[in-house]
Every structure is written in structure tokens, then in C-alpha cells.
């Protein structure tokens, strides 16, 4: 495997991993190479950016020095592996992240102390690598984390925008301004390019359909450059380093001479960047479809290139294409690579000249789907033109797809027309829609929702034709998962510390279920103070960083009540702050004597809407006025006040987090599948006011009730009282009125009385998310929250009786239920 002197070699590798020793001396020898040879540069002209450049660099090495010895173990014992395929990695900043796992972070404090800096002010130069829009993404960030601890081989496949998830400011006015986040700006230690190992992409063209199931051609179109970059992904204490790899696309001639030479500058540099806008920029819709061809070419050029990438892989090996699916394991994150399914088609059917019947087998022993909304908006459809248009080799292979499935499909339900019309690939209508959905899920060896209730009603509501058909044995649930080493180990210090030493180790980072044996400190008076003075390190954190980036001014003992998360009409953020509303109306109803006997409160809100969705960004504004309204009133903000943190991300989601005594997860019974910031709060010891939905449901059952608020109607009861609303039939609590009015009289918009007019006739007309119908019990929901919290010894109590249940809710039991249930992938021991 050597060229040239296999002892030369040897000796020089050998070398390069003394050098990685972690003595502080060492470190700054390390740190300080990278400073003169990789950042030419020379100590006084070392600023924080350099620092943290050339520090995350010598961290780098220690990675690849693991990733390498994982990657050469895996291909040397020819193991299985899981590609995970998401549009979206929400890997958050990865420095502090790599200290941990490797364990390294003290002697890189002592370094930079050394060396004239902060560790914890370079850590904070770090932009995030927001690849993502919310739960889906962070969700993929978490799995990845998992395998590595665990021993998975696993590959995160995504795309590399140069830009990620808009950064959020607010207008004077409190509206959402989006800005451009190039976050590559000033390069990503954390990335490798492989230039070697760039692939070409083809798009447009013509394409012929082979002779009864045999080879069809795809010719002419446009080839584009796929670029790969890797980042590594480090296991908890462990060598096992996982890949993410992320594509860009690159024109494949960067620069027209003909053109050029002829004088057409512009023609010489167009197709370059057409090439590129593919991965120029993430979209920034959660739950909802992008529609855009954009977004097509994106979802293509991504599944392509890393399917381009597996098979080679699997070549290597010298097996039948038959044995793919032993070796081949592909989890496809919503329906956004389902084009996957056609290309893997294609390329045994056209390019390795497999039969039909035999590559549809193989295709279908090698996809799971997993689906993660119930929404319709979310239901991705092509039209079948585009489609035909951009990849028209793939919509004949769709059609045939379809050919095949459908007369299936009636060879077991005969004669029943309308069922082949629900169940076909192919919408019809004009235009004609190819549903995304059908495709994952008749390509797919199984399908999973992400939380019991989800997958139940994954079965019931989405896809019951294919339950028949297909069976039940095709479906299944995997409840979601968090990584306790980013969203406890990592976020929160103070618990941490407080945890490891009650338990006498820090096996809990990875073995969950060990925070069990909290249980028996829960009566515990010493260990009840610790833990409240953790939380209160982590509220006063939390507190100082509102001070330092709005104008507000906060009570550092009130109750911190935090909603972070996308803002979405059926998350409803609205129900959150028209119940603020109701409480400042009550508090200014007072005497000051009635008030100091009032819980005092702060309520915390952040979340991103999509640019286009202006009921998203009304909500953000009402939150917003009714902040200002609250901290201009002196007789109350001490009381009650709002915070609306703007461009909420994953690090400032590890500030949040940390510090909640109460977070709200209130979506419409049956709209959120599963959440998975409900698990993080819980994690950290914070209660859970929510729905009967999604995760919620397990998370009460795990916790115990009597730890949780749970309030509003239950998902069966949803369907009757919408159609009530629709028939006018519905009943609106004064309680709500009242807020209502107040709304109306320009009390929170200095006197526009209908500013938020858009948003109340929402509830008016059809009420579809049902505010008006779960506002009461939201109301009493919280009158129980204050109740608690004045008893602060129970209410410690319960924090710490949740956090002991919590072991579930681990990302590592979710990757090792779909490693065993699943993809059928083994840990491997790369020590040996
Ligand atoms: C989210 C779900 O809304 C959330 O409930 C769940 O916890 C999370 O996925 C992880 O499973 C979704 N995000 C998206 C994003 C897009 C399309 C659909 C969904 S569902 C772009």
C-alpha cells in the first residue's frame, strides 16, 4: 500500500503522530506552525481571527489523524456503511465541539492563555456553519454526532452553500430584515477539499428509452462540476470520525476562450455561474415547499453526486451488483432526495446493464425514507415538465416506474380506479405533478415517522392506500434524538459538572439512561441548592446577553419562559404572546401590593420566518411591539417582559437552552411531528408547557405528568372543531376578547389599530390552528406553572426528576434503533 520505502513512510507517519501530543508546550508548537507556515504570518500581526485560525487547524489534525485511521479500518474490513442524505447539516460551530470530544479543551486554554488570548473569546469568532433551516437539519447534525460515538460508519451527504441560513436583525420598527450570510468569508478550518475528487453532473439533454427494460440512453445537456468538501465529525472520546460531505458545483469549463476571443466576455463567464448559483444559497423554507427549479437542480446535482461517489466506492469491491444493498445502507431525510431512487435506477439499468426487475430490487433494498411532516404544504410535487425538461431521462424512468407499480397495484385491488388515482406517481391536473412522497415510499425499504403519534398518523392520515398495499411491516417509528454532548455536555457547564459528580463519572455522555440514578438526589437539599445555582448561572448568563444585545433591562429572579424555534402559524408563537397580552392586562388591572404576588416573568422568544411568509413576520413584529410596550412600562416590566433575541442559531440556542425554566411547545394537536428543542430544555432540566403532540407526548410519558403542563385539545378532536369553525359555529372566551380589543385600540402599534388585523381575522375566519380553542386551557396551563414555581423546593424536584428521564430522548439510541431495525449496519471497532 506504500509507494516507495514502506520504512520511510512508516517513520515519517510515526513522527506526525508524536507531534500531536496534547502538553501544552506541545500545543503551542503546534498552534504556532500553523500561525508562520499555513497563515504566513508572524506573532504580532496575530489577531483573534488568526488565532482561532490557526488553533482550529492544529485541532483539524488531530481529527484527520482519527478520521483516517476510521476510514482506513472501514474500507479494510469492507463494512457496511449509512449515507445519510439530507438538504440540510445545522452543524452549529464544531471547535468547542472538538476540544470536548477529543478531550483537549484544557490543554487548548492553557495554550491560548500562553499565547495572549481567551480561549473563550477565540471559541466566539467561530461563525456557525448554519447548513440548515431548523429541527430537520439539526436533527441530521445530531445523527452524525451519534454514529461516530457509536461506531457507525456513516457519511452525511449535503450540499456546501456558500450561503447558509439568512442572519436575522430587526428594523426599528421590529420587522424581520433578512442579510446574506457568507459565512465562508474568511475560510472553514473544518473542511478538506477532495478537488481529486470531483464529479460531473448532467442536466438538460435528450434522452431514449431502451428496448423492453433494457439500457436507455441520456445524452447533450450540460455537464456541472460537484465539488466535494469534508467535514469531519468526531465521536464522544473515541478514534471513530465520521464524514459530512458537502458538494459544490463548479462550472466544468470556468471560462469560455472561444467566447472570450471573440469579444463575448459575458458569454465566457454565464455558464460558470450558472453552474455555481446551484449551491450558492440554501432556502430558507422550513415545512413548506420551495417550488423553485432552483431547487430541483439542487436536488438533483446533490443525490447524483453522492450516488456518483458510493458506487465508486462499491466498485472497489469487486461485488455483483446484487450485493449493493450489503454494503449500501441510504436513509433519505424527508422526500428532498427522492430523485436519488431514479438515478440509482439509471445508472444500474443504463450504465451497468442490469435488468429492470433486478435493479427495481436493488433500488428498494437500499433507500429508507424517513418522513417528518404531516403538513400539506410540505408535500413536495414537480410538475412533470420541469422535471421532463431537466432530467428527462429520470421522468421516463418514473413513468415506467409507475408503469409497473400501478398495474401491481391493481392485480391486487381490481377494478378500484380511484385508488389507482390516489396512490400513482403522477398527479393528475394541469400541470401534471409528480408526488415526491409516493416515490420515497414505494422505493424505499421502510418508511419511518419521527415520534409515535407522528407515525401513527403518518400511517393513517398520509399514506393508508400504501399501508394496504405494502403492509404495515413497511412502516414504523423512530422517535428523534438529541446528542447530550453538544445540548448538555457542551451548552451547560454548570449542570454537567454538577451531574458527573453525583454520579461519580461522565459514563452518562454516552449512556443516557444513566442520568436515572439522579432520581435518588431528587429529596436531597444540598444537591436541590447546587442544581438551582447552576441554573441560576445559566439564567444570569442568559440575562447578561439580552442586556448586551437589545435594550432591555431584566429581572435575573423572574421566571424565564423561552419559545425558540422556527416561526410558523401552526407552532404558534401567536397563542404564546396573545396569552402575554392577557397578563399584562391582568397586572395593570393591580394594585402594586396584588402584583409583588404575582410570578414575576420574562418571556423569550426567537425564530427565523421564511422571507415570503408574511404572517411568520407579522407574528415576529407583534412579539416585537408588545416587548416595547412592556419595557417602556416601568410599573410592570419587573413583573412581565418580552424578549425577542434576534437570529436564533444553534449557538444561541446553546445559551437558551441551558437557562429555561419553562419552554413552550404548543403546536396544533397533529401539526408538529415531532420537535426535538422540547427534548434539549428537558435535557437541561427545564419544564415542558406544551401540546398532546408530536415528541411532547413521549417526553410527558418519560418524565411523568405530574412534571410536565399539558394543555389543549387532542389531535382526534382537531378535524370536528375545524369544521365547527367553518360552519360558524364556534365559541370565542371572553378572556381572548378582551386581548383582542386591546389589540384593536393600537395599544401595542402607537394607535394603528388594524397593524395586526391580518393575523386576529385569521382566528376569526375558520381558525384553523384553533387559538380560540385551546386559548383557556393555555391560560390555566400557565396559572399551574406559577403555581408550581413558588414552591421552589418541588419545582427543583421535578427538574431534576426530568432531567433523570431524559435517556431515551439520546441521539445514540435513535442511530443504534435505525442501525439495528433498519439499515441492518453494525459498530465497528476500529482498534483493531
Ligand atoms: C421538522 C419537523 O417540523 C419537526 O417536527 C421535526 O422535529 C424535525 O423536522 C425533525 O424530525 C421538519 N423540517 C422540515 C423542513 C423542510 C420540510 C419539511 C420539514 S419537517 C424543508
Known amino acids: ?228 468538501y469534508d467535514i469531519p465529525i468526531p465521536g464522544f472520546r473515541a478514534t471513530a470520525t465520521n464524514t459530512v460531505r458537502a458538494w459544490r458545483s463548479r462550472g466544468k469549463v470556468s471560462f469560455d476562450l472561444a467566447a472570450f476571443n471573440a469579444g463575448a466576455y459575458d458569454a465566457a463567464v454565464r455558464e460558470a455561474e450558472e453552474a455555481e448559483t446551484i449551491t450558492r444559497v440554501l432556502y430558507p423554507s422550513e415545512n413548506h415547499e420551495a417550488g423553485k427549479t432552483l431547487r430541483l437542480k439542487q436536488q438533483y446535482f446533490w443525490t447524483a453526486a453522492s450516488l456518483h461517489d458510493i458506487c465508486r466506492r462499491f466498485r472497489k469491491l469487486r461485488e455483483p451488483w446484487s450485493a449493493f444493498p450489503d454494503y449500501v445502507a441510504v436513509q433519505l431525510n424527508d422526500t428532498h432526495p427522492t430523485l436519488a431512487i431514479p438515478e440509482l435506477l439509471r445508472i444500474l439499468v443504463d450504465e451497468e446493464g442490469q435488468e429492470w426487475d433486478e435493479a427495481w430490487s436493488i433500488v428498494r433494498r437500499t433507500f429508507f425514507y424517513t418522513c417528518h411532516t404531516l403538513m400539506p404544504e410540505a408535500l413536495e410535487t414537480w410538475s412533470v415538465d420541469l422535471v421532463g425538461w431537466l432530467l428527462p431521462r429520470h421522468l421516463q424512468i418514473i413513468y415506467d416506474i409507475n408503469f409497473h407499480f400501478l398495474a401491481d397495484v391493481e392485480r391486487k385491488f381490481p377494478g378500484d380506479r380511484a385508488r389507482l388515482a390516489r396512490m400513482s406517481l403522477i398527479e393528475e391536473g394541469s400541470p401534471k405533478r409528480v408526488r415526491m412522497s409516493h416515490l420515497a415510499v414505494i422505493g424505499s425499504h421502510k418508511v419511518n415517522g419521527v415520534a409515535e403519534l407522528h407515525s401513527e398518523l403518518v400511517q393513517s392520515q398520509l399514506f393508508p392506500d400504501f399501508v394496504e398495499y405494502l403492509g404495515r411491516d413497511h412502516f414504523t417509528n423512530v422517535t428523534n434524538g438529541i446528542t447530550a454532548r453538544r445540548w448538555l455536555y457542551q451548552c451547560n457547564p454548570a449542570l454537567s459538572t454538577l451531574i458527573t459528580k453525583a454520579l461519580g463519572s461522565e459514563h452518562w455522555v454516552t449512556h443516557l439512561d444513566e442520568l436515572k440514578k439522579l432520581q435518588k438526589f431528587a429529596k436531597n437539599e444540598a444537591f436541590k441548592k447546587e442544581w438551582a445555582a447552576a441554573k441560576q448561572v445559566n439564567r444570569n448568563r442568559l440575562c447578561d446577553y439580552i442586556e448586551s444585545t437589545t435594550e432591555l433591562k431584566v429581572n435575573r429572579k423572574a421566571l424565564i419562559d423561552i419559545q425558540v424555534k422556527r416561526i410558523h402559524e401552526y407552532k404558534r408563537q401567536s397563542l404564546n404572546i396573545l396569552g402575554v397580552i392577557y397578563r399584562y392586562l391582568q397586572l395593570k388591572k393591580m394594585s402594586p401590593e396584588e402584583r409583588k404576588r404575582v410570578v414575576p416573568r420574562l418571556s423569550v422568544f426567537g425564530g427565523k420566518a421564511a422571507p415570503g411568509y ?205 442501525a439495528e431495525e433498519i439499515w441492518n449496519v453494525e459498530p465497528v471497532d476500529i482498534s483493531q
Open 614 to 818: 408574511y404572517m411568520a413576520k407579522l407574528t415576529i413584529r407583534l412579539i416585537t411591539a408588545v416587548s416595547k410596550v412592556l419595557n417602556a412600562d416601568e410599573e410592570i416590566r419587573e413583573f412581565l417582559n418580552v424578549a425577542f433575541l434576534a437570529d436564533y442559531s444553534v449557538s444561541l440556542a446553546e445559551i437558551l437552552i441551558p437557562a429555561s425554566d419553562i419552554s413552550e411547545h404548543i403546536s396544533t394537536a397533529g401539526t408538529e411531528a415531532s420537535g426535538t428543542s422540547n427534548m434539549k430544555f428537558l435535557l437541561n432540566g427545564g419544564l415542558l408547557l406544551g401540546t398532546v403532540d408530536g415528541a411532547n407526548v413521549e417526553l410527558g410519558q418519560a418524565a411523568g405528568e405530574e412534571n410536565c403542563f399539558f394543555f389543549g385539545v387532542l389531535e382526534p378532536d382537531v378535524r370536528e372543531l375545524r369544521l365547527r369553525h367553518q360552519a360558524g359555529q364556534a365559541q370565542y372566551p371572553p378572556q381572548l376578547l378582551e386581548v383582542v380589543d386591546a389589540l384593536r385600540s393600537g395599544q401595542f402599534s402607537a394607535g394603528e389599530g388594524d397593524l395586526f388585523e391580518p393575523l386576529l381575522s385569521t382566528i376569526f375566519n375558520g381558525d384553523f390552528y384553533l387559538l380560540s380553542d385551546d386559548f383557556l386551557s393555555y391560560l390555566e396551563a400557565q396559572k399551574m406553572v406559577d403555581a408550581a414555581f413558588v414552591d421552589t423546593s418541588s419545582w427543583v424536584e421535578k427538574c431534576i426528576n426530568t432531567t433523570a428521564c431524559m435517556g431515551r430522548f439520546s441521539s445514540d439510541r435513535a442511530v443504534q434503533q435505525y
Open 1 to 228: 500500500i506504500f509507494p516507495g520505502e514502506e520504512k520511510a513512510w512508516k517513520d515519517a507517519l510515526k513522527s506526525n503522530e508524536q507531534q500531536l501530543t496534547n502538553d501544552v508546550k506541545d500545543v503551542n508548537a503546534q498552534i504556532s506552525r500553523h500561525v508562520e507556515f499555513t497563515l504566513s504570518r508572524q506573532p504580532f500581526n496575530v489577531d483573534e481571527l488568526a488565532m482561532y485560525q490557526a488553533s482550529a487547524l492544529s485541532v483539524r489534525d488531530k481529527l484527520v489523524h482519527n478520521w483516517n485511521k476510521t476510514q482506513t479500518a472501514h474500507t479494510e474490513k469492507k463494512v457496511k456503511r449509512v449515507y445519510y442524505f439530507s438538504l440540510e447539516f445545522l452543524l452549529g460551530r464544531a471547535y468547542d465541539n472538538a476540544l470536548l470530544n477529543l478531550d483537549i479543551k484544557q490543554s487548548y486554554d492553557e495554550s491560548l492563555k500562553q499565547l495572549g488570548f481567551s480561549l473563550e473569546d477565540v471559541l466566539d469568532v467561530e461563525r456557525d456553519m448554519g447548513l440548515g433551516n431548523g429541527g430537520l437539519g439539526r436533527l441530521a447534525a445530531c445523527y452524525l454526532d451519534s454514529t461516530s460515538t457509536c461506531g457507525i460508519p456513516a457519511w452525511g451527504y449535503t450540499l456546501r452553500y456558500s450561503n447558509g441560513i439568512f442572519k436575522q436583525v430587526l428594523s426599528s420598527k421590529g420587522d424581520q430584515v433578512e442579510i446574506p450570510d457568507p459565512w465562508l468569508e474568511s475560510g472553514n478550518p473544518f473542511e478538506v477539499p477532495r478537488l481529486d475528487a470531483a464529479v460531473e453532473i448532467k442536466l438538460y439533454g435528450q434522452a431514449s428509452r431502451g428496448e423492453n427494460g433494457k439500457a436507455g440512453t441520456w445524452t447533450g445537456g450540460t455537464d456541472i462540476l460537484a465539488v466535494p
